[in-house]
């Protein structure tokens, strides 16, 4: 009687179903993992102690491996060479297929599915990451000179050019004090100031940062970009939180994609009585003249239950 004999009348698992399945894993071949997760049923051997005797086998190569010297990416198992990223996520997935199996009725299928799941190619996660930081930091290295260059001829390229602005703008010009246009308007061509001032009148719905853009000034103005100076940081640092919405709302008027740049410096506005001031129609202000109060949702269901309404001190 040979030992294998021995061993099978023992209810030990041959090596030959370990390093059989093994190599099917590794090399990628469906159909030698189904043949053994077949003949592993057909032979009548219990699924799931052949899964935990499989991660064991696993587990001791690798250990023993290590121990022994060998490198992480030229481990050997079942006479062909493995990294030891692959061979973690063998053993990890056959973990998951042992508790998958512990609930299912079906065994094979749990094992069949999980092999065939491991016969996909395998992606180190690690070695793809630092592959791409190299090819980035080659791209940067190469690219520095010609960004900036490139940079420099936008700048001189976007450097303002002065016009004056002309009576026949379409933004109405009233005395009201709520909303300026600074005297960077003057600096624009015509088109440039009229667009300025509707942008200032759209952004006035809402006050925060209508306010703070009344006090800015547009220092230049581009086919791609526009420019806009504000008196202090505090100022630049509150339109900055709302710079998506300046630049919809710029987008929206100029009716193509503008880029908008917010920058700290040049002179505060002059006084109001020598500035001109754009005062949006009622309609433009919509919900930002409403009383807060008129807002809030307990307000709205008593308005609705009584069929009232609440006057403001303008009224």
Avoid: C
């Avoid at 976007?158 to 005297?183: E, G, H």
Wanted: net charge negative; glycine share 6%.
């Amino acid at each position: 009687m040979t030992v294998q004999q021995v061993e099978t009348l023992l209810g030990f698992l041959p090596d030959e179903f370990l390093q059989g399945f093994t190599a099917a894993l590794l090399e990628k071949k469906p159909s030698q993992v189904l043949d053994w997760a077949r003949r592993l049923s057909d032979e009548g051997w219990d699924l799931p102690q052949f899964v935990r005797d499989f991660r064991d086998y696993l587990r001791e190569t690798l250990v023993q491996q290590l121990a022994s010297g060998a490198r992480p990416d030229a481990l050997t198992v079942a006479q062909r060479t493995v990294s030891l990223a692959e061979l973690l996520q063998v053993i990890k997935v056959m973990g998951q297929a042992q508790d998958d199996m512990r609930w299912n009725d079906h065994p094979r299928l749990a094992l069949e599915l999980y092999g065939l799941r491991l016969t996909q190619t395998f992606v180190d996660a690690g070695a793809l990451l630092r592959r791409i930081e190299e090819l980035e930091n080659r791209r940067g290295d190469t690219g520095t000179r010609g960004h900036e260059d490139t940079v420099s001829q936008e700048t001189q390229s976007n450097k303002p050019k002065p016009q004056v602005v002309t009576p026949s703008d379409p933004v109405s010009i009233t005395a009201s004090p709520r909303l300026r246009v600074s005297a960077s308007a003057d600096a624009a061509p015509p088109e440039s100031a009229s667009q300025w001032k509707q942008l200032l009148a759209e952004l006035w719905k809402r006050p925060a940062v209508g306010s703070q853009m009344e006090r800015a000034r547009l220092q230049s103005v581009s086919d791609k970009e526009w420019t806009i100076a504000f008196p202090d940081k505090f100022g630049m640092d509150l339109a900055q939180r709302s710079q998506a919405l300046i630049q919809e709302a710029l987008s929206k008027i100029l009716g193509r994609s503008v880029a908008v740049r917010l920058v700290q410096g040049g002179p505060a506005p002059r006084d109001e009585s020598e500035d001109l001031v754009v005062a949006p129609s009622r309609e433009e202000r919509g919900d930002a003249r409403q009383p807060v109060v008129l807002k809030d949702e307990g307000v709205q269901r008593v308005l609705q239950t009584f069929k009232g309404r609440v006057r403001t001190q303008e009224e």
